[in-house]
């Protein structure tokens, strides 16, 4: 049976209540394929079964009549279509290795897992991206890259599987391969060229079958060719069972520095003039703290160098002559090696990420977990600090000339300053999404918890905008802490308070605004050691108009907090349902969009907008926006659904000139129903009549596509409480009717789409029919015994399908052996809403936290853990022309004007009151004209890409 685009409705007669006013009534008739339907029941159940047609579109029984779902089990279909694809992703969190400037100071380089970006100085924007065009597996990775000190055009790539790629970066092209077969794993290369007419000579470091680690040297041949594939075999320099992190050369080879853990590894060659022929003589040293870092800088007294090491007690040891002071230069005495000690340095307080010299070797900069920058003058002993960086420090290079730094944070930023005045020369953000840190620190969890806290699922807030499609709004943490666990230093986020804007087209950061209580510029660390946690964004939703926008953010204590203060906290293990007393909080927000700054504007906040049964904030399961109007929908823990909708302050004694002027009325937002569906969840049979007894511990609720039906799925508290399914008019906030045993598991999200129901378990997809009543759920393949986390759902109401994205667990078992093994994987499935069928089944590299559909084209964006962002698209589908959006229903006067009837003066007047949807880098027409219209005052760096502009250009020179 073929899905069709209903018709809206009729307009609604005039109403004498003012809670009656925001009917879809105003709005014009969408564009409507007529099709026949066919009902189950009879022609009599019809005229009595069916929707009134002034008030809903969608035909279903009421809840007085007693209809059993008909379950239908789609036979998936593996033959799913090759025209459906996942673009290349945009976006992606920095890696852990040093940015790389080029000598004319021109252009950055920035390492990612699986390419490298190119950067701009001049104007912040991303040049080129480097991407490998072989990978030997999905797990390969980029362990390094090195620029050519011979020529600055050249670049070499090198990956964990072992292969080194030779780039031409200005041209985009790749010029030589190289694939070494020395290690299993390479956990870090580098290469160096002993003078201008040789081969660079590669130096490996790399994990051994047998689990040690090994330092090879391999020379890479002149053959040019790039499919020259030969594999080759180093040799190897140092084996140890240590596990070595990291190396450092010095000069062309002649000194290698190795480190990791306790253990630091100083080696000379023998040769200076071969060094794949030469031994080394080696070293090794054991310190008190766990080395996180290290840098070398060479001295006037060749081969002589100074040595930085930076510790995780906060230390910094400095060897000034290390080769003499360990007792490796020629002519040194032990008893001289005894009397010298190196250097400490000591004022951070937790782990030093980043220590390097100046290019002259009088200062270290050095940087750690403080977010404050630290230039150390080695001769006076003196320090200058950076302060008020906005995340802690990961990496600190200094170009070649020593005119500028590049700073590297934890919140995917990269600063580029000028030496002399530390002023900012180039600022590149990143999207700032980070894997949310668990509550407890380390000390309290153990690093066995704390590793399966952070590798759980974190569902993060986004959507696109609904206008400017290219737009992802997301929410991302305010601060971002790095966290050592097993010698390896990561970064982890806190609660996420803070909003993005990024465009994922043009791969640039636009905008960033905090929507909750930050701690930006204050100490967020307590006493005992505790992380002092920001309110987190739980729920987010934007009109469909794009000018207003709902969030939702909770904060709770910490247990021991209260129990210091003499209160007792309570904790409800049904899911994650939680209530502490009324020290909880939780906040509804509605932000109106400015077009004049540019940002989202607060303009109601509500607090507690659902109570539990003590009188405490209940936390908020669900929220929606409703399509064509402005109301949002949610659902709370207490089994309550409200739907908020704005409403004109009147202010007392203001001036009466405002009403003729083209300035936005006063508005705030208030409750406009409020259906208790307590009710509901009570089992058959049951006595207990209060409320309280019956709590959600799951909730979604979903509009229909011309917002005049609300659907809400609820779950009990009770396991003896099937969960229902429940279809509300809009206007009249009635039950007509509800269902239960529609789906089973714990629901994860809804959505409608057309006619049909979707509903996404962990159990299973569920899409019921709401005019034939029946339900169809999808069946996991045979090889899949349970699933991971939650669903996470997005349809499309052009094509008719809808994705999902999941986490599966699968269990295999080897030939011949009785052992199981269990492997997870991350898959994005597309299926057809009428047929089940599958249309595409792609598997996904890191775990999706976010799945969107874009409202103006058949594709789908996927963003993972990785801060990776992926298109999912078919090619056969084209893309739609954007929402008029002067056919939306604006607000009504909910005031002492509209109590008596007054009744607005049509669109024209709705839209005149309106605010234009402006966002950075677009502005309507009707506000500016000209060229102004084109770039108004947005910088040059966050402009949308050329071939937009130059459009815009044109459209603005022929009015």
Known sequence: MSTTDYPSPARLAKRSRASDAAAPGNTTNIKKERAKRRRASTAEEESTERFNPTTSSI??????????????????????????SLSRGTAGQFSSLDPALTPDEQYLFLGLETSIHVYSIATSRLFRILEQQQQQSASETIVGFRLSPINQERLYIFTSSGSVTEWDWAANRQLARWSIIQHKTTIAADVVFENRTTDPVLFSLGERKDGKRDLAITPLNDNKNENNMNNERGVSILETSVKIEGFRIVGDGQIVVAYGGTHLFLGVSSSAQDLESSSYAWREVKLGANITCVDITLTTKLPEFDLAVGGADGSILVYHGALGLLGLLPGKRDEDRKKSTPRRLHWHRDAVTAVHWSRDGNYLISGGHESVMVLWQLDTGRKQFLPHLSSPICNIIVSSSGNSYAVKLADNRVVVLSARELQPLATITGLQLCARAPTKTPSQAGTTALKHLQASRAVVAAALHPQHPEQ???????????????????????????????????????????????????????????????????????????????????????????????????????????????????????????????????????????LSDRGSAASVLSMSARPRSHEFATIGSDALLRVWRPVIRQRYGSSKKNKDSNTEPHQTWKCRHTVDLSGYLETPGSSCSSSSAFLTSAASVCFSEDGSVLAVCLQSTSSSTNPGTILLDVQSGSVRHSKAGVYFGSVCATSFLGRHLVIATTRSVFVWDTVNDTVKSTDPSPEVQSSLG??????????????????????????????????????????????????????????????????????????????????????????????????????????????????????????????????????????????????????????????????????????
């Open 59 to 84: 035909l279903m029984p009421s809840e007085t009549t007693k209809l059993h779902p008909t379950f239908q089990v789609s036979e998936s279909n593996n033959d799913t279509s090759s025209s459906w």
């Open 472 to 610: 992802l709004l997301i929410t991302v943490p305010a601060s971002h802490q790095l966290s050592q666990l097993d010698s390896t230093i990561t970064t982890t986020g806190t609660t996420a308070s803070v909003l993005q804007t990024y465009d994922i087209r043009s791969n640039s950061h636009i905008a960033r605004q905090a929507l909750a209580r930050t701690n930006a510029t204050t100490l967020n660390i307590s006493p005992d050691g505790t992380q002092i946690v920001t309110p987190d964004i739980k729920h987010m939703s934007i009109s469909q108009d794009g000018k207003w926008m709902a969030t939702v953010d909770s904060w709770s204590p910490y247990p021991q907090d209260m129990e210091a203060l003499g209160l007792r906290a309570t904790t409800n293990h049904h899911h994650h349902l939680r209530s502490s007393s009324e020290y909880d909080e939780v906040f509804i927000k509605f932000w109106r969009w400015s077009g004049s700054s540019g940002l989202w504007e607060l303009v109601t906040r509500i607090d507690k907008p659902h």
């Open 790 to 959: 939650s669903r996470l759902l997005a349809v499309n109401n052009k094509t008719h399908n809808f994705a999902i994205a999941s986490t599966r667990r699968t269990l295999q078992k080897k030939a011949g052996s009785s052992k199981v093994r269990k492997s997870g994987h991350y898959i994005v499935q597309v299926f057809d809403v009428d047929s089940l069928s599958v249309l595409s089944r792609i598997r996904l590299s890191k775990e999706p936290v976010a799945l969107l559909s874009n409202p103006h084209s058949t594709e789908y964006v996927v963003v993972d853990a990785g801060a990776n962002v992926q298109q999912l698209g078919c090619e056969g589908n084209k893309a739609s022309q954007p929402v008029n959006t002067d056919d939306m229903i604006e607000y009504t006067d909910l005031g002492l004007s509209g109590l008596f009837g007054r009744q607005s003066t049509g669109a024209a007047t709705n839209r005149a009151l309106a605010a234009p949807v402006v966002t950075a880098g677009h502005t309507q027409p009707s506000e500016r004209t000209g060229l102004a219209s084109v770039f108004g005052d947005t910088p040059p760096f966050v402009l949308p890409p050329s071939r937009i502009v130059f459009r815009d250009l044109v459209k603005a020179l022929a009015v």
